[in-house]
């Protein structure tokens, strides 16, 4: 099992719509999650982080963590082409030196006009 | 806003040549990270660096070493590069392990 688990996708979801990208991890004591969008050909960029269960919310964003569940997900409204992206989950996990953020492998999301 | 920058964004090596790719964080952070992406493996983790002279191994630290004599810079040398070392290296940084990491733009290498 992997640690941090996105759909590949592709997902493809009509202009203004909303748009909604799931993420399972598989450490319970994981304290910190991060969702980041990468352009292709592009680095990733920090879309928001989150800490706390509940729902965060950032402008189009909310990211929403489920620490029962294990899962974090994030919501973006109004979908816009611009929003075309690949959306990675990052989740950290551990205290020890060795502890590290997890990477998933990315939901690739098209919004179609 | 935390600037990451790498030294290049386009690089091309031949096979054997040592390759030195650098990167430079602005915001004074702690940790420094080094991954390759790859189409359908992600973003992997070559080596980090939590403290100046300190390195730890990540995911995939073969053919790879690393150089942190300043907080502010934070190198990946390819001793002798290898076709397989093709690829998108990215750098980042956070203030602490926990935070967020910033990226840098990344340097795509092709080893001929």
């Known amino acids: 099992q992997k640690e941090v688990e996105q759909n590949s996708g592709p997902l493809s979801v009509p202009e203004g719509a909303i748009a909604s990208l799931n993420c399972t991890y598989s450490?319970?004591?994981?304290?910190?999650f991060f969702w980041y969008r990468q352009y292709s050909g592009k680095s990733p960029e920090l879309i928001m982080s989150?800490?706390?269960?509940g729902d965060k919310e950032d402008g189009r964003f909310t990211a929403q963590l489920n620490k029962a569940s294990q899962y974090v997900s994030l919501l973006i409204r109004d979908s816009q082409p611009s929003d075309s992206a690949t959306y990675l989950c990052?989740?950290?996990?551990?205290?020890?030196?060795?502890?590290?953020?997890?990477f998933g492998s990315g939901t690739r999301l098209s919004i179609r006009p | 806003d935390v600037k990451v920058t790498q030294s290049s964004r386009y690089l091309v090596k031949r096979t054997g040549e040592k390759v030195f790719l650098e990167c430079v964080q602005d915001?004074?952070?702690?940790?420094m990270f080094w991954y390759r992406q790859d189409p359908g493996l992600g973003l992997r983790l070559i080596y980090f660096?939590?403290?100046?002279?300190?390195?730890e191994k990540g995911d995939i630290p073969e053919g790879y070493s690393v150089s942190r004599e300043k907080k502010e810079r934070f190198s990946l040398i390819l001793e002798s590069a290898s076709t397989n070392q093709t690829s998108m290296y990215l750098c980042?940084?956070?203030?602490?392990?926990?935070?967020?990491?910033?990226f840098g733009p990344g340097t795509r290498l092709t080893v001929l």
């Open positions: 660096s939590y403290d100046v002279k300190m390195k």
């Open positions: 450490d319970r004591v994981s304290q910190s």
């Open positions: 990052a989740v950290f996990s551990g205290y020890s030196s060795a502890s590290k953020i997890i």
């Open positions: 915001m004074d952070h702690e940790n």
């Open positions: 989150i800490y706390s269960n």
């Open positions: 980042a940084s956070s203030f602490r392990a926990d935070n967020e990491q910033f």
